[in-house]
């Protein structure tokens, strides 16, 4: 087999501005979006939106976030719901630590986190992730519609989709490992995605790695600025009836030699409501694999949480 190094995601380019429903350039996208898709459960983009100004100042704010004490940084929490606050100080993964905001591509939940941990807020954080979490948004409902599409599935479905999504934005900064160590170490252990789609962006620290269909691992390589990672979750596996396969994938920190941090942010987007295959995907060749169920429980129930024990057929 080729050597891990050789291995890249399909990169695809969203940059072109005639893409637009409709136009010859949307339909080629969207093939290729599902093949992507369907063959590698991601795919890089490259989406050229998010300019240098705002780049600088997302992943700026984002060190003043995560230089915050460890105490102020636990304010960020969701009674009942652990996910969606801030993970870190986990022995397993010290380089680890992460903060959620729910429905965080609205400007009130967004402005709603930044008071929990500054009394006064914090205006350029507000504006730098609302700005940033907009375009995340417009790229997912773009992927989404282009899913949609390309299994012949009429503007109804994907508009009854759109209609009822919400959105968890989660910030991650992972340390690069203190002590010069041969083994790479982990920032985030091996997992599949509860969404349906993830959208994730990083600074220019590498240390994503995907599980390919046979058992390689991928480094991937998104840190050119205008490049993205979309990610297939278990809720568009079992939407496509496992035509789309959720990957494992997790995150490893080299000991960089300016001992950086990587800042991320993914992008998860959930279904409000009862999630099933659509009835053109299920037939003799792909009999259901999953139950209807209610999505948003998926993720509360819990991070490790197998779907197939949870809805499979
Ligand atoms: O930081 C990344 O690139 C990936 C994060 C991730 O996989 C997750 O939060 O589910
Ligand atoms: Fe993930």
Not at 4 to 27: A, C, Q, R, V, Y
Not at 31 to 49: M, P, S
Request: hydrophobic content about 35%.
């Amino acid at each position: 087999m080729g050597s891990e190094e050789k291995m890249k995601l399909p990169i695809l380019n969203f940059t072109k501005e005639d893409l637009k429903p409709g136009s010859n350039s949307w339909s080629i996208a969207c093939e290729r979006v599902r093949k992507a898709l369907e063959e590698h459960g991601c795919f890089v983009v490259v989406y050229d939106k998010v300019c240098d100004e705002l780049e600088n100042g997302v992943f700026n704010s984002m060190k003043e976030l995560f230089d915050l004490p460890t105490e102020t940084k636990m304010r960020n929490n969701y009674e009942g719901m652990p996910l969606k606050g801030y993970v870190g100080q986990i022995p397993k993964i010290p380089l680890h630590e992460s903060m959620g905001i729910d429905e965080g591509t609205t400007l009130h939940n967004i402005q709603g986190f930044a008071q929990k941990l500054w009394p006064n807020g914090n205006h350029h954080l507000c504006k730098n992730l609302f700005e940033y979490a907009k375009i995340a948004e417009e790229l997912d409902r773009m992927v989404a519609r282009m899913i949609f599409e390309s299994y012949g599935l009429m503007e109804e479905h994907y508009e009854a989709y759109m209609g009822s999504t919400s959105y968890l934005l989660r910030l991650l900064a992972h340390k690069s490992p203190k002590e010069v160590v041969d083994e790479p170490q982990l920032g985030l252990v091996c997992h599949t995605d509860k969404s349906f789609t993830t959208i994730l962006h990083q600074n220019h620290v590498n240390g994503l790695m995907v599980e390919t269909k046979d058992g390689n691992w991928i480094h991937v390589d998104f840190s050119p600025t205008n490049s993205f990672v979309v990610m297939a979750g278990d809720g568009l596996m079992a939407w496509s009836n496992e035509r789309i396969k959720s990957p494992n994938h997790k995150v490893v920190m080299n000991n960089n030699k300016k001992n950086e941090t990587r800042y991320s942010l993914g992008l998860f987007a959930f279904y409000k409501g009862i999630l099933q295959a659509p009835e053109k995907l299920i037939d003799e060749e792909h009999p259901l694999k999953y139950k209807p169920f209610d999505h948003l429980a998926l993720l509360n129930f819990s991070y490790s949480v197998n779907i197939k024990e949870y809805c499979g057929m």
